[in-house]
T-cell receptor
C-alpha cells in the first residue's frame, strides 16, 4: 500500500514551458486535492475533485488545469509556466470531504526560471 | 484578512517542557478543525482532529473555543522528536468546503 505518490519529485522549467504533475492513490479515496506551499503563505488549494470525472476550482486555480479520468489519478497541468508558479506542490486524498483526514503525497518541487 | 492565522515562532523549548500553540480563524461558519505536523521538506501528516469538547492523545491536547474563534495545541513533556512545524487547518462549509491552512508554527526541542 503506497498511499499517495507524486511524479516527478523535482522539476525545473523555463518560462512558457508546459508540464503535467501526476498524483496517484491506492486507497480508493473519492476526494483528491492539489495544493501549493510557498514560504509565509501556508498550503493553498489549487483544484480538487470529489470523484472520478469531476473537478472544481480551489482558492488559487489560475494558470492550472486538472483532470480526473480515473479514480486513482489526479493530474495537474501547467500550460505556460511562469516564475510565480515556482513552489512545492502537494497532492492529497481523503475518503470523504468535510471533517476527514487528508493523506498527502511527498510533494513536487518545481522551479520556473 | 487571512482565514487562519498562527504565530510562526520559532518556539525553542528544552526537553520535558510544556509548550502551547494557538491559532485563530476568521470565519465563524468553520466546522472542522485539525492540527497537522510537517517535518522539514516533508508532507503534512495529521496529528489530531479538534473536537468541540476538547480532546487528548497521549502528550497532546487540543482545544476549540468557538466563541473566540481559536484552537490550541498543548504538548506536554516535549521530546526531541516533536521538533517540526505544526499546521492549523480549518474546514469551512460556506466557502465551497475548502480547507484553509495556517502558515505553521515552528517548534524545536533542545536537548
Amino acid at each position: 500500500n503506497a498511499g499517495v505518490t507524486q511524479t516527478p519529485k523535482f522539476r525545473v522549467l523555463k518560462t512558457g514551458q508546459s508540464m503535467t504533475l501526476l498524483c496517484a492513490q491506492d486507497m480508493n479515496h473519492e476526494y483528491m486535492y492539489w495544493y501549493r506551499q510557498d514560504p509565509g503563505m501556508g498550503l493553498r488549494l489549487i483544484h480538487y475533485s470529489v470523484g472520478e470525472g469531476t473537478t472544481a476550482k480551489g482558492e488559487v486555480p489560475d494558470g492550472y488545469n486538472v483532470s480526473r479520468l480515473k479514480k486513482q489519478n489526479f493530474l495537474l497541468g501547467l500550460e505556460s509556466a511562469a516564475p510565480s508558479q515556482t513552489s512545492v506542490y502537494f497532492c492529497a486524498s481523503s475518503v470523504r470531504w468535510r471533517g476527514d483526514t487528508q493523506y498527502f503525497g511527498p510533494g513536487t518541487r518545481l522551479t520556473v526560471l | 484578512r487571512k482565514e487562519v492565522e498562527q504565530d510562526p515562532g520559532p518556539f525553542n523549548v528544552p526537553e520535558g517542557a510544556t509548550v502551547a500553540f494557538n491559532c485563530t480563524y476568521s470565519n465563524s461558519a468553520s466546522q472542522s478543525f485539525f492540527w497537522y505536523r510537517q517535518d522539514c521538506r516533508k508532507e503534512p501528516k495529521l496529528l489530531m482532529s479538534v473536537y468541540s469538547s476538547g480532546n487528548e492523545d497521549g502528550r497532546f491536547t487540543a482545544q476549540l473555543n468557538r466563541a473566540s474563534q481559536y484552537i490550541s495545541l498543548l504538548i506536554r513533556d516535549s521530546k526531541l522528536s516533536d521538533s517540526a512545524t505544526y499546521l492549523c487547518v480549518v474546514n469551512t462549509a460556506n466557502t465551497g468546503n475548502q480547507f484553509y491552512f495556517g502558515t505553521g508554527t515552528s517548534l524545536t526541542v533542545i536537548p
